[in-house]
């Protein structure tokens, strides 16, 4: 069993029971079993934005100084998936590859293999894992996301914006409601010169949101010389101090995505589903026979 090894500390087995956890392989939910209630110590710190945003240099300067601090550190790296060959270039791991040597910082680079919202199917899981194995802290880096892939938001106990000056964040913040998914705004790139501006149009966005608990602070960086980066930190650990942990909102998703999962492969026949359709053209009845047959009283006190 991988489980007790992953538990010790062995990166082999780590790196090993995460691709089997990312390729599906049979059994692996066996040890996910043993590990989940395992989970629970480390900070999680999801980063999104536009494309081109910087979020993996950023990402890389938030290790370094992390590791300064003697922080263990674990980064979980989502690219993009082709539509056509369901491959991924997987160019974050080569941008913080400074850090391959370092016993203290484990990088995972995942595909989304189609999945929307921003993260991938197996991410969260990944990243539990990261969290089992020690690691103190946990980034998750996302796909440069759109205006509902906002799954981050959810399963980071800290969620970090990213924008830069001169992409028309501004009119795209209220478009994709990042005021409500944001813990910290990142205006990176601040030697442009555009960032004033594009730091005080989130100020007035902020002006006119409804939260009362927190108020996201806007941070300016230049991530490419480490500026602004012992600034967010200070601000993630304030944010960290003030909320607690999203634990079981995180295996909440990982519940939601393997009850998907199984329903499919139980349910799922395209051929037959296309069938039907052209006897009948009613999806809805459709959907409603086969949701009729999955329905029964759950018992939840076990």
């Not at 921003?118 to 980034?139: C, Q």
């Not at 980066?229 to 304030?238: D, P, R, T």
């Amino acid at each position: 069993m991988l489980y007790q090894k992953v538990l010790n500390g062995d990166k082999r087995s780590l790196a090993r029971l995460m691709r089997f956890v990312d390729d599906r392989v049979i059994g692996y939910e066996k040890e996910m079993k043993q590990i989940l209630p395992k989970c629970g110590k480390a900070h999680f710190i999801g980063i999104t934005g536009s494309p081109g945003a910087g979020k993996s240099t950023l990402t890389n300067e938030l290790i370094k100084h992390y590791r300064k601090l003697g922080k263990r550190v674990g980064v979980v790296a989502i690219d993009p998936t082709s539509p056509f060959s369901e491959g991924a270039i997987l160019g974050d791991r080569i941008r913080m590859a400074e850090h391959s040597q370092d016993d203290g910082v484990f990088i995972r680079s995942v595909a989304t293999r189609g999945h929307l919202g921003g993260l991938s199917s197996s991410a969260v899981e990944i990243a539990l894992l990261l969290d089992a194995a020690g690691y103190d802290i946990i980034i998750i880096e996302t796909v440069g996301v759109g205006q509902d892939e906002v799954e981050i938001s959810t399963v980071s106990d800290t969620c970090i914006v990213v924008t830069v000056p001169g992409l028309g964040d501004d009119i795209q913040a209220i478009k994709a409601g990042i005021l409500e998914i944001a813990d910290i705004f990142v205006v990176n790139k601040a030697d442009k010169d555009e960032a004033n501006r594009t730091a005080r149009d989130l100020e007035i966005m902020l002006e006119l949101s409804q939260k009362k608990d927190w108020i996201p602070p806007i941070i300016k960086t230049i991530a490419t010389k480490g500026e602004g980066i012992f600034e967010l930190v200070e601000n993630i650990e304030n944010h960290k101090a003030k909320f607690k942990p999203k634990h079981s909102e995180r295996l909440f998703f990982v519940a939601k995505q393997y009850l998907i999962e199984k329903i499919e492969k139980k349910i799922f026949s395209y051929d037959k589903i296309i069938d039907k359709l052209n006897i009948n053209g009613d999806p809805y009845s459709l959907v409603e026979k086969i949701f009729d047959s999955l329905t029964y009283e759950i018992d939840f006190t076990d």
